[in-house]
């Protein structure tokens, strides 16, 4: 089991930045890769970025390339997503999500409760 938490939404102005944190916990010995993903009201829920918990290998969605970096701190156990450039569209609840190594899915088996992230313009 993952347990995934998600912090560091808020309310933040177009152009400007935010940095959100994704802390695992349990048997983190198990990711493979932690994702990043947004969902806005009414819209389905949409994939933003992911990392390789070991190698560190990232992969952007096209919207936020060039905007956001994804990153790790495994001693932490720690997911992070800097959002650089931030545009009203941008605004969602922000899930990570976590894909077990013991899994062969492509799917992710944990998530976290979100962070709601609100640009105004």
């Known amino acids: 089991q993952v347990q995934l938490v998600e912090s560091g939404g808020g309310l933040v102005q177009a152009g400007g930045s935010l940095r959100l944190s994704c802390a695992a916990s349990?048997?983190?010995?198990?990711?493979?890769?932690i994702g990043w993903f947004r969902q806005a009201p009414g819209k389905e829920r949409e994939f933003v970025a992911r990392?390789?918990?070991?190698?560190?290998?990232?992969y952007y969605a096209d919207p936020v390339k060039g905007r956001f970096t994804i990153s790790r701190d495994n001693a932490k156990n720690t997911v992070y997503l800097q959002m650089n450039s931030v545009k009203p569209e941008d605004t969602a609840v922000y899930y990570c999500?976590?894909?077990?190594?013991?899994?062969?899915?492509?799917?992710?088996?944990?998530w976290g409760q979100g962070t709601q992230v609100t640009v105004s313009s």
């Open positions: 999500a976590a894909d077990a190594v013991t899994t062969a899915g492509p799917g992710y088996d944990y």
């Open positions: 349990g048997r983190t010995f198990s990711i493979y890769r």
């Open positions: 990392i390789n918990w070991s190698g560190g290998n990232t």
